[in-house]
């Protein structure tokens, strides 16, 4: 099982950046896909995912700035960031679950590295 998350990099307060994260060794389609991040000093932290059927999760605080989505022709999830702040700073994870059981990290059963996101000006 690969999960490759990638698109991060340095961006202004206000920017906008999209993350990736290909997929291989499991039947994507049939995965709950999703991001957490995790702050310097900080836990990590349940940030979006979606089912192939379309319904969605995300973080309250997130909500209306990031989206996320799929393309499970490509094995592929996506994390679109808007209007990104310095509080967004964090590395960023992808993660697959067979299952909907929550938001919580041991509700998912794969991960991929994190991608770096700095909002800085």
């Known amino acids: 099982v690969q999960l490759q998350a990638s698109g991060g990099g340095l961006v202004q307060p206000g920017g906008s950046l999209r993350l990736s994260c290909a997929s291989s060794?499991?039947?994507?389609?049939?995965?709950?896909m999703g991001w957490f991040r995790q702050a310097p000093g900080k836990e990590r932290e349940f940030v979006a995912a979606r089912s192939s059927s379309g319904r969605t999760y995300y973080t309250d605080s997130m909500k209306g700035r990031f989206t996320i989505s799929r393309d499970n022709t490509k094995n592929t999830v996506y994390l679109q960031m808007n209007s990104l702040k310095p509080e967004d700073t964090a590395l960023y994870y992808c993660?697959?679950?067979?299952?909907?059981?929550?938001?919580?990290?041991?509700?998912?059963?794969?991960w991929g590295q994190g991608t770096l996101v700095t909002v800085s000006s």
């Open positions: 993660a697959a679950s067979s299952s909907y059981r929550g938001t919580a990290m041991d509700d998912f059963d794969y």
């Open positions: 060794g499991f039947t994507f389609r049939n995965y709950i």
